[in-house]
């Protein structure tokens, strides 16, 4: 248990529907996702990759790999906290993302942080 408290981070996603970026018509979705990384273990830790998993209505699956986050690794000491936007579209008005981040600590030790899956949907079309 002790171990987890020293590696931990918490992710925090809010998604906004960009209407002036889609075209229904087209079966064209554009969502911008703003996410927030929180150190809350006790080792300051650098955020290395990304992983996302992305899932439209019709259970199409989109994965993404990538270095960093908006080309930056950044690093956070605990306490700190790294917010960045980003998009992706999709060929349904609903979707899911979820994923992970590949962390190596100061200590050299690496680990995965969970992103805990979120929706992707335009204004009400879910309830």
Same mark, same amino acid.
């Given at each position: 248990?002790?171990?987890? %408290?020293?590696?931990?981070? !918490?992710?925090?996603? %809010?998604? !906004?529907? @960009?209407? /002036?970026?889609? /075209?229904? /018509? %087209?079966? *064209?979705?554009? #969502?911008?996702?703003? =996410? ?7 080792? !300051? ?5 990304? *992983?996302? =998993? =992305? ?9 993404? %790999?990538?270095?960093? +986050?908006?080309?930056?690794? $950044? +690093? @956070? ?12 579209? @999709? $060929?349904?008005? +609903? ?6 981040? *590949? ?11 969970? =992103?805990?899956? #979120? ?6 079309? @879910? *309830?």
């Amino acid at each position: 248990m002790a171990e987890r %408290k020293r590696y931990e981070f !918490t992710v925090a996603p %809010k998604v !906004t529907f @960009l209407a /002036d970026q889609s /075209d229904p /018509d %087209k079966n *064209h979705f554009v #969502f911008a996702y703003t =996410i927030t990384v929180t150190n809350t273990g006790e080792v !300051t830790a650098q955020l290395v990759s990304r *992983h996302w =998993i =992305i899932t439209d209505a019709d259970h199409r699956v989109q994965e993404v %790999k990538g270095q960093g +986050v908006v080309g930056k690794q $950044p +690093v @956070l000491r605990p306490g700190e906290s790294f917010e960045y936007t980003s998009g992706t579209s @999709l $060929p349904t008005a +609903v979707g899911t993302m979820r994923g992970s981040y *590949h962390m190596v600590a100061e200590d050299g030790a690496a680990f995965e942080v969970p =992103i805990p899956s #979120f929706t992707l949907s335009i204004p009400r079309t @879910l *309830h």
